[in-house]
């Protein structure tokens, strides 16, 4: 799951920092607001990657995805943006912790094999 999950977040790195070069463009916001709104959530999403085994990781991602579907109110693209990667992270988590399950499987057969 620690893999799919990290990719996805990755992923969501270069599209908050991207989204925020969009919004600078909003006269409404400030470049203040804008980076340090985005920074925030970049920095989240990096700081995330390596907390993924850790409870409550999980639910943090989900509240990411919730802010990064929000963020269509200011960048519009973002509601798609952020619908696609919700999805990304759903099935991260879901097939994830099936694979994990499939390799732990394996592992434990592998072990009662060699004994």
Same mark, same amino acid.
């Given at each position: 799951? @620690? =893999?799919?999950?990290?990719?996805?977040?990755?992923?969501? +790195?270069? $599209?908050?920092?991207?989204?925020?070069? $969009?919004?600078?463009?909003?006269?409404?916001? =400030? *470049?203040?607001?804008?980076? =340090? $709104?985005?920074?925030?959530?970049?920095?989240?999403?990096? &700081?995330?990657? /390596?907390?993924?085994? @850790?409870?409550?990781? $999980?639910?943090?991602?989900?509240?990411?995805?919730?802010?990064? #579907?929000?963020?269509? +109110? #200011?960048?519009?693209?973002? +509601?798609? &943006?952020?619908?696609? +990667?919700? /999805?990304?992270?759903?099935?991260? #988590?879901?097939?994830? =912790?099936?694979?994990?399950?499939?390799?732990? @499987?394996?592992?434990?057969? *592998?072990?009662?094999?060699?004994?």
């Amino acid at each position: 799951m @620690r =893999t799919l999950c990290a990719s996805t977040l990755i992923g969501e +790195f270069f $599209v908050i920092g991207f989204a925020g070069l $969009v919004a600078m463009k909003n006269p409404d916001l =400030t *470049q203040a607001t804008v980076w =340090t $709104v985005c920074g925030v959530a970049m920095l989240l999403s990096v &700081l995330l990657c /390596g907390m993924l085994s @850790r409870p409550g990781a $999980v639910q943090i991602g989900w509240a990411l995805q919730i802010g990064l #579907v929000l963020s269509g +109110f #200011v960048v519009p693209m973002m +509601f798609i &943006l952020g619908a696609v +990667f919700a /999805g990304l992270w759903w099935c991260s #988590v879901h097939y994830g =912790t099936k694979i994990d399950a499939i390799k732990a @499987r394996w592992a434990a057969a *592998q072990g009662e094999a060699q004994a």
